[in-house]
């Protein structure tokens, strides 16, 4: 199975400023031949399920505001919330379906400072 | 909008099988593309996938819990359904029901999920 690994398991962060969260992957999950990282990241507000926010590394799907940005490619992965909102304190899960079974990271939570 | 919705009981004895069925409305369960499955979400906890299923019937299913899951689908009810055998209190979770857009995939939807406790 690849482990995914993300840090830190908690972090605070005042209104406004930037939340940075990492993932890892223990093998690459950089498929060569389209040159696509198959990494995903989810929010999770409690009561909720997931919801996606980004696909193939940096893909935002749909709906999801722009201060959200996912970057990294092979096995180092970052999700960055370039301005945090109050409605974004949430557990982050990153998943990677390279291959199965899929596996997720064991989240971030980030809540305001 | 896709909607996914679990049922099934919320309690368990031990040793028994866990039933739950995922029904599918507002979206086209047949479609070529997609694949249905189910994650779970111990309380307080990560997730972990347990397996999917392709309308057509082919299924993958993770090694950790394959000796125990079967999950089949009924098109002509437009549901899927999860069975876990042999259950534990290790298997007490959140149960959601999920579309991936492929094999293995991202998921773009997501059930809301229903908690099972097992216990006697």
């Known amino acids: 199975d690849t482990v995914m690994t993300q840090s830190p398991d908690s972090l605070a962060v005042s209104l406004g400023e930037r939340a940075t969260i990492n993932c890892m992957s223990s093998r690459s999950v950089l498929y060569s031949s389209n040159n696509k990282s198959y990494l995903a990241w989810y929010q999770q507000k409690p009561g909720q399920p997931p919801k996606l926010l980004i696909y193939w590394a940096s893909t935002r799907e749909s709906g999801v505001p722009d201060r959200f940005s996912g970057s990294g490619s092979g096995t180092d992965f970052t999700l960055t919330i370039s301005s945090l909102q109050a409605e974004d304190v949430a557990v982050y899960y990153c998943q990677q379906y390279y291959s199965n079974p899929l596996t997720f990271g064991g989240g971030t939570k980030v809540e305001i400072k | 909008q896709l909607q996914l919705q679990e049922s099934g009981p919320g309690l368990v004895k031990p040793s028994e099988t866990l039933s739950l069925t995922c029904t599918v409305s507002a979206g086209s369960f047949s479609s070529g593309t997609y694949y249905w499955g189910w994650i779970r979400q111990p309380p307080g906890k990560g997730l972990e996938w347990i397996g999917s299923?392709?309308?057509?019937?082919?299924?993958y299913y993770n090694p950790s819990l394959k000796s125990r899951v079967t999950i089949s689908v009924d098109t002509s009810k437009n549901h899927f359904s999860l069975n876990l055998r042999s259950v534990t209190a290790a298997d007490t979770a959140l149960y959601y029901c999920?579309?991936?857009?492929?094999?293995?995939?991202?998921?773009?939807?997501w059930g809301q999920g229903t908690l099972v406790t097992v216990s006697s």
């Open positions: 299923i392709y309308y057509s019937g082919s299924t």
């Open positions: 999920a579309r991936t857009a492929s094999s293995p995939g991202w998921v773009d939807y």
